[in-house]
């Protein structure tokens, strides 16, 4: 049963500390995405990749976000310094880009993030 | 920025009834899709429509498309507790990207 993992599922750490979050996407999808969650801003794309490219990342604070696909089974996340406004759910999702047809995501279960 | 809005925010009804959920867009777009968010999960893929469809069936779900009016429809027939939820749409626009733009969501409360 294919699916997304992330780890970790919780973190809880305190401002200023970097925190770093890992995706595994479903083997054979060519497109890996970066979502943040909130009560406030729903869910807001913050980055995505082809072929471990990266496509785009504009809903990513640039001074402290950076996302990397360090080869096709692993994605990550990092915030350096971290701050309280971070904390939220951030899920991963990949999906199947065939260049005329783009389907469904399949989303991980999330990493909920609490910065003190 | 969202591209869809769904609307109404929150909807409870009685087991057995019908829910309707609205999402409207902004941009011309290649394919919606509808999710489903249980309390503290991922979001899970339920149907998607293409721009060249109008209505699309699975199981209880209706999905109807409207790109003169920019808008869609959700249909869950015969609701169930079990399908207590968040719904979103989201949108495929290959001219701003190949990346799906959420909504923010309806929130169903099904009660028995």
């Known amino acids: 049963d294919a699916r997304v993992t992330q780890t970790p599922r919780h973190k809880v750490t305190e401002m200023g500390q970097e925190v770093t979050m890992r995706c595994q996407p479903i083997?054979?999808?060519?497109?890996v995405f970066w979502y943040r969650q909130t009560m406030m801003q729903g869910l807001e794309l913050l980055a995505y990749?082809?072929?471990?490219?990266?496509?785009?990342d504009s809903g990513m604070p640039k001074d402290r976000f950076s996302a990397e696909m360090p080869d096709a089974t692993l994605a990550t996340l990092k915030i350096q310094p971290s701050e309280p406004r971070d904390s939220a759910v951030y899920f991963c999702a990949s999906g199947l880009f065939s260049g005329t047809q783009y389907n469904e995501q399949f989303f991980g279960p999330g990493t909920r993030l609490t910065v003190l | 920025s969202q591209q869809g809005e769904e609307d109404p925010q929150a909807l409870s009804i009685q087991e057995g009834e019908n829910a309707t959920m609205n999402c409207s867009y902004k941009?011309?777009?290649?394919?919606l899709q509808w999710y489903r968010q249980n309390s503290g999960r991922g979001l899970v893929h339920l149907i998607l429509i293409r721009s060249n469809e109008r209505e699309k069936h699975s199981g209880r779900l209706r999905v109807t498309l409207d790109t003169s009016k920019k808008s869609s429809s959700l249909l869950i027939t015969a609701s169930r507790a079990a399908d207590t939820a968040s719904y979103f749409c989201a949108t495929l626009s290959y001219q701003a990207g190949t990346a799906l733009i959420f909504g923010k969501g309806t929130t169903l409360s099904v009660s028995s």
């Open positions: 990749f082809r072929n471990r490219a990266p496509l785009d």
């Open positions: 941009t011309s777009i290649n394919n």
């Open positions: 083997l054979g999808h060519n497109t």
